[in-house]
């Protein structure tokens, strides 16, 4: 509860609620809290539950089909707010990109997720991932502490940690298409344990030995693979493909 470090001006939105554990915590210290929850026959006990406090509104819905900004109406809210959840593996990756893409995203998410989610997410070069990449191009994720399977009941097979999101007033790159971009390290991960020029050859289809010299010019070693690039060096890459690729275009354009 501590690491979401809540006050009493505090709007957040809470994915998952439960049996409500956590919602009661956060009502008691947040001013609004609107918990979403997908499970039908748990919305109607929370309701009960939660009857005498004014401050919560609860959502029936699955995150992925309500935007943040139907949320904040619904409650008669507005930004900025805050996300606390409890994310699956299987759901982690999804929600996180369905806030941080979002047109009102939230100022700062705490999530549990599976521990080797948390670190992926916010490891450095060497050991990036797509979704570390993508989550980084929006926030600073830091992990701030791990959660044993004792804590749990039934405990899971895998450890947990908590990890907090800062997201940014801008990306932390600039490019001229963000969701090109994001198709580029995608094909930059289609094959993330060969060399980045045989990964992106495959991934955009374009000649391998073509694909080291424009790597080769944007500074970039053509045999690192693509979990060694930092985000920076990401976007350059992608700016010198993007800009070729127009050159290309524009020469077939005059024959």
């Not at 009493?8 to 049996?19: I, N, R």
């Not at 109607?44 to 819905?61: D, I, K, M, Q, W």
């Not at 097979?157 to 007033?169: F, N, Q």
Request: proline share 7%.
């Amino acid at each position: 509860m501590a690491a979401a470090a809540l006050s009493p001006d505090d709007t957040v939105v809470e994915v998952g609620a439960g049996l409500g554990t956590l919602t009661e915590q956060l009502a008691r210290r947040a001013g609004k809290v609107i918990a979403v929850e997908v499970d039908e026959g748990l919305c109607g006990y929370l309701r009960r539950r939660f009857e005498s406090y004014p401050n919560l509104t609860l959502v029936n819905a699955d995150i992925r089909s309500v935007t943040p900004s139907q949320l904040l109406a619904a409650a008669d809210a507005h930004a900025p707010y805050l996300v606390v959840a409890n994310l699956p593996f299987y759901i982690a990756a999804p929600v996180l990109r369905h806030f941080l893409e979002a047109s009102e995203p939230p100022s700062r998410l705490v999530v549990m997720v599976q521990k080797e989610v948390a670190e992926s997410i916010a490891a450095g070069p060497g050991r990036l991932s797509l979704l570390g990449l993508s989550v980084q191009f929006y926030a600073s994720p830091r992990v701030l502490f791990t959660v044993p399977p004792a804590a749990f009941y039934p405990p899971p097979k895998v450890h947990s940690a908590v990890l907090r999101i800062d997201v940014r007033e801008t990306p932390a790159v600039a490019v001229d298409d963000r969701q090109s971009f994001f198709r580029f390290l995608r094909a930059g991960f289609s094959a993330p344990r060969k060399q980045l020029r045989n990964a992106l050859s495959h991934g955009l289809d374009i000649d391998p030995g073509n694909v080291a010299l424009l790597m080769t010019s944007a500074g970039i070693d053509p045999r690192l693979r693509a979990q060694a690039l930092r985000l920076e060096e990401w976007a350059l890459l992608y700016r010198a493909f993007a800009a070729a690729l127009l050159e290309k275009a524009d020469r077939e354009d005059r024959q």
